[in-house]
């Protein structure tokens, strides 16, 4: 069962990747800091606040969108 959660993890974290290349990246120049939910099939909403852009986006696409803060990657660890 673990390999089957793992694989599936790693497939959602492909998926999240590919969605932002495809659609975020070419925001990057007029929307940095913006956020943006992408609908598995690829419709976007953009805006300033996440909740609002979160709460469109499930309105307008329904649940099971992916959501992005448009900009470089800020991924760290804190020890």
């Given at each position: 069962m673990a390999g089957v959660s793992q694989q599936r993890q790693t497939?959602?974290?492909r998926r999240y990747d590919e969605l932002y290349e495809s659609y975020g990246k070419p925001?990057?120049?007029q929307h940095s800091g913006?956020?943006?939910a992408v609908s598995p099939d690829g419709k976007t909403v953009v805006g300033h606040n996440l909740r609002?852009?979160?709460d469109q986006a499930e309105a307008a696409f329904?649940?099971?969108n992916?959501?992005?803060k448009i900009g470089p990657k800020a991924i760290g660890r804190w020890r």
């Open positions: 497939d959602l974290e925001l990057e120049a913006e956020f943006l609002e852009v979160a329904g649940p099971g992916f959501l992005y």
